[in-house]
């Protein structure tokens, strides 16, 4: 990649190092990487990201009821090399900008979108609800103690429980596995089906913007530790990664040369 950034990724402050941890700011990020375009990272804390994002002009994700913006990570702010710079949010609308306005290999070829879009509303479904209960509690245990506050206050009114409530015990957290796991069979069956990509790849025989959203989150899961008190050193991708015959880990191998955090 060229010395000279060409997007400012506005991404979320963590303890960890490197600090990117968030599933939908790695998915941004993981399109950047892969399409060699020059970039600069800003790291906020949850509390400053509305007051950031703003400022800078980012518009705002959607409005609730009374009429606050909402805004989140990931943001960018681009200038292509050819046309005027703009402010840009969520990883979707990003990844579709990034693949249309700047030279590299294609994440979304001819006539994917559909295809790719029908995946990822599947993951959204169907597997996503049943990990943000093993997964969204754990996450304060990487964040700084601004950044704690604000996570847990809006996740619980987000979701109508506190963090340590929501989060699974005993019995009730290795059944919730087990439905992940089958989701996560499901999923492979999928892959299976695209022989061209060896059942690496969604479709094709190379990366596509549906891996990405599949990669960044193990790239959340690597990150978390499997305790809210974050006192046991595995991570959650240790349970994941045993599953379907290392077809995970195959999967985030084969971006290794993309997880560059800048």
Same mark, same amino acid.
């Given at each position: 990649?060229?010395?000279?950034?060409?997007?400012?990724?506005?991404?979320?402050?963590?303890?960890?190092?490197?600090?990117?941890?968030?599933?939908?700011?790695?998915?941004?990020?993981?399109?950047?990487?892969?399409?060699?375009?020059?970039?600069?990272?800003?790291?906020?804390?949850?509390?400053?990201?509305s007051?950031?994002?703003?400022?800078?002009?980012?518009?705002?994700?959607?409005?609730?009821?009374?009429?606050?913006?909402?805004?989140?990570?990931?943001?960018?702010?681009?200038?292509?090399?050819?046309?005027?710079?703009?402010?840009?949010?969520?990883s979707?609308p990003? @990844?579709?900008? $990034?693949?249309?306005? %700047?030279?590299?290999?294609? /994440? =979304? #070829?001819?006539?994917?979108?559909? @295809?790719?879009? $029908?995946?990822?509303? %599947?993951?959204?479904?169907? /597997? =996503? #609800?049943?990990?943000?209960?093993l997964?969204?509690?754990?996450?304060?245990?990487?964040?700084?103690?601004?950044?704690?506050?604000?996570?847990?206050?809006?996740?619980?009114?987000?979701?109508?429980?506190?963090?340590?409530?929501?989060?699974?015990?005993?019995?009730?957290?290795?059944?919730?596995?087990?439905?992940?796991?089958?989701?996560?069979?499901?999923?492979?069956?999928?892959?299976?089906k695209?022989?061209?990509?060896?059942?690496?790849?969604?479709?094709?025989?190379?990366?596509?913007?549906?891996?990405?959203?599949?990669?960044?989150t193990?790239?959340?899961a690597?990150?978390?530790?499997?305790?809210?008190?974050?006192?046991?050193?595995?991570?959650?991708?240790?349970?994941?990664?045993?599953?379907?015959?290392?077809?995970?880990?195959?999967?985030?191998?084969?971006?290794?040369?993309?997880?560059?955090?800048?």
């Amino acid at each position: 990649m060229s010395s000279e950034p060409l997007v400012t990724l506005y991404d979320l402050d963590s303890t960890l190092e490197p600090k990117a941890f968030s599933p939908h700011t790695w998915r941004t990020r993981l399109v950047l990487n892969y399409k060699r375009i020059p970039y600069k990272t800003v790291w906020l804390a949850f509390p400053d990201v509305s007051t950031t994002l703003k400022q800078i002009g980012v518009p705002p994700l959607s409005i609730r009821a009374d009429g606050t913006p909402i805004y989140c990570c990931p943001s960018i702010s681009a200038k292509p090399p050819s046309g005027e710079e703009v402010n840009l949010i969520d990883s979707g609308p990003i @990844a579709e900008y $990034l693949d249309a306005n %700047y030279e590299g290999p294609k /994440l =979304f #070829p001819p006539g994917s979108k559909a @295809a790719q879009q $029908l995946f990822v509303s %599947y993951l959204y479904e169907r /597997l =996503f #609800p049943k990990l943000a209960p093993l997964l969204v509690p754990i996450t304060p245990a990487v964040l700084e103690p601004r950044s704690v506050e604000y996570y847990e206050r809006t996740r619980k009114a987000y979701f109508g429980a506190e963090m340590k409530d929501l989060y699974p015990a005993g019995p009730e957290r290795e059944a919730l596995w087990e439905t992940v796991k089958k989701e996560f069979d499901i999923l492979a069956s999928i892959y299976d089906k695209n022989e061209e990509g060896g059942g690496i790849y969604f479709m094709g025989s190379g990366p596509t913007y549906a891996d990405i959203v599949m990669v960044a989150t193990f790239l959340w899961a690597k990150s978390l530790p499997t305790d809210r008190d974050g006192a046991n050193v595995t991570t959650t991708w240790d349970i994941i990664k045993e599953w379907n015959n290392g077809k995970w880990v195959k999967m985030l191998e084969r971006f290794s040369d993309y997880r560059q955090v800048v």
